[in-house]
């Protein structure tokens, strides 16, 4: 929280406020995205390896499985529609940094599924280590780079450093979780049956909450500007302080 509200600042100053309206549009969706992807994947992963311990390679198989499924529904959502998406709320990079995002998007599926098994494990130390190494790696690449070249930034630049922190973070995550991780892939018709019988209930769930959570974004983009949007979410992050 506190890495993120400080690189919060820092883009408020160094951001157009177009261009910090379309970034708070970026973090809205790929928010959506990891919060309902967690939803259909991540409690389903820690009932299954709590009760069934000796069965962690076709569990992990199948988290996996339905992780990459889901990214690659996400990926092909934004490459049918980022466009689309640009045309209809009058923006101009929304589309260029969301198909950034993609390559994170992928990158993810292992630092999702590493928070996984912490969770699983009860290993509540190494998730905030984790988070903190994302989140840290972040906020040093942007103010490395801001000193390198000064205040003259672009987004798509500010959008593939925050790619290279997920990278990184992932990296660091598969050394602390690579004795916990499977030793092989084996995939059961049963267990992937069981994973959606129990993960859809709360994928729904949080695709309507989200889709509550984001409204107020979307509606100021689709009826005002991205420069409203960029003030809007000033006013909420001053409120949740």
């Not at 990214?71 to 092909?76: K, M, V």
């Not at 280590?129 to 930034?153: D, E, H, M, P």
């Not at 084996?186 to 769930?205: A, C, D, E, M």
């Amino acid at each position: 929280m506190l890495a993120g509200f400080i690189i919060f600042l820092i883009l408020l100053r160094v951001l157009s406020k177009d261009d910090m309206g379309i970034y708070v549009l970026y973090f809205t969706i790929i928010t959506a995205f990891e919060v309902t992807r967690d939803g259909l994947i991540k409690n389903t992963t820690i009932r299954y390896m709590r009760l069934s311990e000796g069965e962690n390679n076709q569990i992990q198989s199948t988290a996996i499985l339905f992780n990459i499924i889901y990214s690659l529904c996400f990926i092909s959502l934004v490459l049918l529609f980022a466009e689309k998406l640009n045309f209809l709320w009058d923006v101009v990079d929304l589309a260029k940094v969301l198909k950034i995002y993609c390559i994170a998007a992928v990158i993810s599926i292992l630092f999702s599924h590493f928070e996984y098994i912490f969770q699983a494990k009860l290993l509540f130390k190494r998730i905030f280590f984790l988070y903190a190494t994302k989140q840290f790696s972040y906020l040093l690449l942007i103010v490395f780079y801001l000193i390198l070249r000064g205040y003259s930034v672009s987004l798509h630049k500010i959008i593939i450093l925050h790619v290279f922190a997920i990278l990184f973070s992932t990296v660091v995550g598969f050394f602390i979780a690579r004795k916990y991780m499977l030793t092989s892939f084996t995939f059961q018709y049963s267990n992937i049956i069981s994973f959606w019988k129990y993960g859809r209930f709360v994928l729904f769930t949080n695709i309507c909450s989200q889709a509550f959570i984001t409204a107020d974004h979307f509606l100021l983009i689709s009826f005002l500007s991205a420069p409203t949007v960029s003030i809007y979410n000033v006013s909420v992050w001053v409120a949740y302080l």
